[in-house]
């Protein structure tokens, strides 16, 4: 899978998700169940931990030698960025998650 994921998708996917999670806020309250917050956040972190997953295997697939140019190195690099940048992703949904294990979305 390339690395196109990890560095576009992973970081739409948290805005995504903070747009879904204000937008469900209403309707899980009049039901009084937080299920489709839940599964929300728990869908988009498990899509951006594999985007992430799969830009840490091409980076380690594209260890270049030391003593090799700028040129050879350039898709070990655009991969840990993918990397990092998913990482990162992953943590602020996730962080975005934690909220809704304590406060209750009727909370006014």
Known sequence: MPNWPALILSPSLALANLSLLYALV????????TAPLQ????AC??????????AWRNRHRA???P??????????????VATMVGALSSLIIFGMWI??????PCYS
């Open 45 to 54: 972190l498990a899509l951006s931990l594999l985007f992430t997953a799969c």
């Open 26 to 33: 209403t309707p899980t309250c009049m039901r009084q169940t």
């Open 67 to 80: 003593q090799s140019d700028a040129l050879t190195k350039r898709p070990q690099f655009l991969s840990t």
């Open 99 to 104: 909220p809704q294990w304590f406060l209750s």
């Open 39 to 42: 599964w929300s956040s728990a």
């Open 63 to 65: 260890i270049a030698p």
